[in-house]
């Protein structure tokens, strides 16, 4: 699997929602990474990262943990409370690589933890 893209902040939202729809797993993990350091759309990209996050490609679930994480240091969480759960969940994976990207997730919501949650 190849985990890198050329240019991260060339893709958008909606392509690595398309990805998702068409189980593309050799190409969504970098999308994942890609959306949630570069995108503007922030609450939108964290519901697709929660819904990621259940995917069943270990790469796809442990990226868009990983990608929550961006998001608490970039902006702050939308839904604080739903992200932790996930990152929780994350870190009982039985991948070790989802495992990691949960605990560095887990790191960022903590370092993170005064930019708040922006909404419910």
């Known amino acids: 699997m ?9 893709h958008t939202l909606a392509v690595a ?4 729809e068409a189980q593309n797993y050799a190409l969504l993990p970098s999308l994942i990474i890609g959306v949630s350091l570069y995108s503007s759309e922030i609450e939108e990209v964290e519901a697709f990262l929660v819904e990621a996050a259940s995917c069943p490609n270990e790469y796809v679930r442990g ?3 990983l990608g929550l994480g961006h998001l608490a240091r970039r902006s702050g969480l939308h839904n604080r ?3 932790e759960a996930m990152v929780s969940a994350g870190l009982l994976d039985v991948s070790p690589y989802v495992r990691g990207q949960a605990q560095s997730a887990q790191d960022d919501i903590s370092q993170f933890r005064s930019r708040g949650s922006i909404g419910a």
């Open 63 to 65: 990226n868009a943990l």
């Open 2 to 10: 190849s985990n890198t893209i050329a240019d991260p902040t060339s």
């Open 17 to 20: 929602q398309a990805a998702f």
């Open 81 to 83: 409370a739903t992200a």
